[in-house]
C-alpha cells in the first residue's frame, strides 16, 4: 500500500488513495501507522476518496482510531494531493468532509500546489448543536466553566467540529497536557472538545496553541485556528481578517461579514512516499 506523508504548518498525516488502494480497517491502520517509533508517525491518518456530492471526499482518523469530522490543514493537504497527482486539472474544486462540502481553490508556484484557500462555510454557534451544555446561551461567549477546581471563560464554537476556545496571556509557557486533556473531556461536551489557548497580539494578529480531540497538543489546527478567529471577532477583541500564529507556522483567517463564511488559507507540504507492508 503506498502512502504519502504530508503536512499543513506542522499538522502531519498519512495520506492514502482509496480511490485505488483498499483500506478494510482504517481506525486500526490509523492506530498502528501514528505510533512514532513503531509505526510512521503522524497526528493520524487521511483517505482520499471518490465522493457522489463532490470532486473527492475525505475521512479522517486520530491516533486513537476515532473518526474526525474533518480537519483544515488536512483538507489543504488533499487539494494539494489530488492536484498534484493529477486526478484534477482543476484550480477550484469540492471535498466532501465529514462536516459537509468544502470549496477550495489551489495556489500554485513552479507548477505544484504551494497555498490552498478553503471556504470552511459557517460557524455554528447554537450550543445544543456544537454540542455544548457550558450555556443556553447562543453564542457562547466569555461563559463560566470550572476545571480542576479552576474557573475558565470559555468561547464555544463548531466548524463542523466543536472547539472551546480561552483567551489568555503567555500561551507559551501554558501547562497545556494538564489543562487541555480535562476541559476536552468535560461533562459540558458530550462529544468531547477540541480546546484553543489563544492570546491576542494586536487586531490582526492572534497567537494559538491547540490541544486536540483525541490527539493531544499539535502543531496547528487549522478548524480551530478558524474558531479562533470567529470568538475572538465577536469579542470585539480583533478585526475579521486575522493572521493565527501557531507553533508549525502562519494561518490567513477571513470572516467574511458578507456571506458569514470563514476562509482559511496557508500552506500544503508533501515530506515524503513510500510503501506499507
Known amino acids: ?16 488513495n482509496a480511490i485505488e488502494e483498499k483500506v478494510e480497517n482504517p481506525s486500526a491502520l490509523s492506530i498502528s501507522l501514528s505510533r512514532h517509533h513503531f509505526g510512521i508517525g503522524s497526528d493520524g491518518l487521511v483517505l482520499i476518496m471518490k465522493s457522489d456530492v463532490a470532486d473527492f471526499r475525505m475521512r479522517m482518523f486520530n491516533p486513537d482510531g476515532t473518526e474526525a469530522e474533518m480537519c483544515g490543514n488536512a483538507s489543504r493537504c488533499v487539494a494539494k494531493y489530488v492536484y498534484d497527482k493529477g486526478l484534477t486539472t482543476k484550480r477550484s474544486f469540492t471535498i466532501e468532509t465529514g462536516a459537509g462540502i468544502k470549496n477550495v ?5 513552479e507548477g505544484e500546489v504551494d497555498t490552498v484557500k478553503i471556504d470552511m462555510g ?51 509557557l501554558l501547562d497545556i497536557k ?23 497580539i ?28 470567529v470568538a475572538a471577532y465577536l469579542n470585539g477583541l480583533c478585526k475579521s481578517n486575522v493572521t493565527l500564529r501557531l507553533i508549525g507556522g502562519d494561518l ?5 461579514e458578507t456571506d458569514g463564511h470563514v476562509y482559511m488559507t496557508g500552506a500544503a507540504v508533501t515530506i515524503f512516499e513510500g510503501v506499507i507492508k
Open 105 to 109: 481553490w489551489v495556489n500554485l508556484k
Open 122 to 172: 459557517k460557524p455554528i454557534l447554537a450550543p445544543e448543536l456544537i454540542p455544548t451544555t457550558v450555556s443556553e446561551k447562543s453564542p457562547v461567549l466569555m461563559a463560566p466553566l470550572e476545571v480542576n477546581g479552576k474557573q475558565y471563560k470559555v468561547n464555544c464554537v463548531s466548524m463542523g467540529n466543536p472547539h472551546c476556545v480561552i483567551f489568555t496571556e503567555g500561551v507559551a
Open 252 to 256: 490567513n483567517i477571513e470572516y467574511n
Open 178 to 200: 494538564k489543562i487541555g486533556p480535562a476541559i476536552e473531556t468535560h461533562p459540558s461536551f458530550p462529544k468531547k472538545t477540541n480546546v484553543e489557548f489563544a492570546e491576542v
Open 1 to 16: 500500500m503506498r502512502f504519502t506523508k504530508m503536512h499543513g504548518i506542522g499538522n502531519d498525516y498519512i495520506y492514502i
Open 202 to 229: 494586536d487586531d490582526y494578529t492572534i497567537k494559538m496553541r491547540v490541544w486536540e480531540r483525541g490527539t493531544g497538543e499539535t502543531l496547528a489546527c487549522g478548524t480551530g485556528a478558524c474558531a479562533t478567529a
